[in-house]
């Protein structure tokens, strides 16, 4: 599998570059894990650490699903991997297989494309009790580009380990 990535454009109004450049940071995930099997995206980081591709995928899911169905669209539903509120949880991706990761995550993603194509601006708002009370679609938009840019930078390490690639 190959994944398509766009780059974002060069101008355009606020909520377009913000959805492009999101976009383009779940695009460079997937790439990160393009021909990649299941051992390899298990692959760890460095003991005692738990980080790996498939890790870093299960926890974008995760991140999706609370950042834009829990806070922005106020589902009533639970977590798949840190039911206890920890992040980390999902980085332990030693039983897990790309199907499954890859499913939640694109699952995730197309609810949160859907919440925040229907939302009617960026100024729409949830309550984020860490955060300490209502934050808004744009807030989360940023939030999810830095927590996407963040770990693709680690992405970009356990894919070099994996098998040399770099760049991109």
Request: overall charge negative; proline content about 3%; charged content about 30%.
């Amino acid at each position: 599998m190959t994944t398509e990535r766009t780059g974002p454009p060069l101008t355009g109004g606020e909520r377009e570059m913000l959805r492009a450049f999101l976009d383009y940071h779940r695009a460079t995930l997937a790439m990160k894990c393009d021909g990649l099997g299941d051992d390899d995206l298990r692959s760890r980081s460095m003991p005692p650490s738990t980080l790996s591709l498939l890790g870093l995928v299960r926890h974008m899911a995760e991140v999706e699903r609370v950042w834009f169905r829990l806070v922005i669209d106020k589902q009533d539903i639970g977590r798949d991997w840190s039911d206890d509120g920890d992040f980390q949880a999902a980085y332990d991706a030693s039983g897990s297989t790309r199907a499954e990761a890859f499913d939640a995550w694109q699952a995730e993603v197309a609810h949160a494309r859907r919440i925040e194509e229907q939302a009617p601006s960026l100024d729409v708002t949830g309550f984020h009790a860490k955060m300490g009370g209502e934050v808004s679609l744009r807030l989360v938009m940023l939030h999810l580009i830095h927590e996407y840019a963040r770990h693709n930078g680690h992405a970009d390490f356990l894919r070099e380990g994996i098998d040399g690639t770099v760049g991109a």
